[in-house]
């Protein structure tokens, strides 16, 4: 009897690279405040952004992960033509077909890989890291490169009051290869589709085209709602990810929190009782909210500044639209 070869993968895996890509238009809060009847004070204390980064004309969903992702190959010493898959988080690719992820492929120069894009808006980054992990300890890739980018500035009304000072754009990418230990524990994801319509578009294509006057389908937000699931239930996703990685509160250096408000951060921090020691990313003050991007775009502000080291253990947990959460503990790259 003939029977079929087994897959063979690493043992682990591990993030060998990370890079970054901030989109370059710095929008402080003042140049936006006419428009939804709001001020620079009611921003800064209601979320914490002080300015926001918004995409110029020549800077699209491809342009920034090519620019994240050479950044991140360069950082982890891996050459593109190592590179055999591409995962691109994102939910601002303005095409439903083809992905991003190939054309992001191609331009980076790799083999062939294989590529493809994953929709879980805010989480989607965190989903890719645990895709990652998997298809090369179950032997389907070597080395994947996963990226977060958004142009959100497309997909956000000026206008909308619950909206217009959040979302922001920008990529960021990690190279995710083997290992000889375990670099990226456990995830813990899930979802909860009863909330499918707290964080959305507003309506879809086919109802766009036949309105008098076409507008994008913008995203909406019922945010009081949004804040509360995020405060209070992913502080519960945080713990069981510690819990089944066997880390306690007191092992981690870095807690990478998608950077969704600065309050739900603080509050999540204080419902987990980090120590004084956990560094924490804080990157929403000057980037605002980049969704899928939004934890690697932190986390490599905090390597490229020094305040996360080369081995440093990290909570990265994202959250968002679905709704959709992942978490896991990783090794700093
Ligand atoms: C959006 C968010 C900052 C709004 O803050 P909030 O405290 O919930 O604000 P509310 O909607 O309860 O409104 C409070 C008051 O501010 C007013 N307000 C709302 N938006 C405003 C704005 N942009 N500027 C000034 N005032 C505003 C409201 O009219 C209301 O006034 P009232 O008390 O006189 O009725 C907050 O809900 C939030 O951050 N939610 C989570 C968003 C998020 O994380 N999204 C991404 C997840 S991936």
């Given at each position: 009897m003939t029977g079929l070869n087994p897959s063979h993968g690493s043992r682990h895996a591990t993030i060998l690279g990370i890079g970054s890509y901030r989109a370059s238009r710095v929008i402080p809060n003042d140049d936006i405040v006419d428009a939804i009847d709001s001020s620079d004070e009611w921003i800064q204390q209601r979320s914490g952004i002080r300015t926001r980064r918004w995409a110029a004309p020549e800077e699209t969903v491809q342009s920034m992960s090519v620019g994240a992702s050479r950044k991140a190959l360069e950082h982890a010493g891996i050459d593109a033509s190592q590179i055999d898959g591409v995962i691109v988080a994102t939910v601002s690719h303005m095409l439903q077909t083809p992905s991003a992820a190939t054309a992001i492929?191609?331009?980076?120069?790799?083999?062939?890989?294989?590529?493809?894009?994953?929709?879980?808006?805010?989480?989607?980054?965190?989903?890719?890291?645990?895709?990652?992990?998997?298809?090369?300890?179950?032997?389907?890739?070597?080395?994947?490169?996963?990226?977060?980018?958004?142009r959100l500035s497309d997909l956000t009304n000026p206008e909308d009051r619950g909206t217009a000072f959040i979302f922001s754009d920008g990529a960021g990418a990690v190279v995710v290869g083997p290992s000889d230990e375990p670099g990226i524990g456990p995830v813990v994801w899930g979802s909860d589709g009863e909330q499918f319509d707290l964080i959305r578009q507003r309506e879809d294509w086919r109802d766009v085209i036949v309105q008098e006057k076409p507008m994008m389908p913008h995203l909406v937000m019922q945010g009081n709602a949004v804040f509360r699931w995020a405060a209070f239930e992913m502080a519960k996703v945080a713990q069981q990810t510690l819990d089944e990685s066997g880390i306690k509160v007191e092992d981690l250096d870095v807690f990478v929190p998608h950077q969704a408000n600065m309050r739900i951060i603080d509050a999540m921090a204080?419902?987990?009782?980090?120590?004084?020691?956990?560094?924490?990313?804080?990157?929403?003050?000057?980037?605002?909210?980049?969704?899928?991007?939004?934890?690697?775009?932190?986390?490599?502000?905090?390597?490229?500044?020094?305040?996360?080291?080369?081995?440093?253990?990290?909570?990265?947990?994202?959250?968002?639209?679905?709704?959709?959460?992942?978490?896991?503990?990783?090794?700093?790259?």
């Open positions: 492929a191609h331009e980076l120069g790799t083999d062939r890989p294989v590529a493809f894009d994953i929709s879980a808006a805010c989480a989607g980054f965190c989903h890719g890291v645990a895709l990652a992990s998997d298809m090369i300890r179950g032997g389907s890739a070597h080395h994947v490169l996963v990226i977060g980018v958004e204080r419902s987990m009782k980090l120590p004084d020691h956990v560094k924490v990313a804080r990157d929403i003050a000057d980037q605002g909210n980049a969704s899928a991007a939004s934890i690697p775009l932190a986390l490599d502000r905090m390597v490229t500044e020094g305040e996360a080291k080369s081995g440093d253990l990290a909570l990265l947990i994202a959250f968002g639209a679905g709704l959709s959460y992942a978490a896991q503990v990783v090794k700093v790259p």
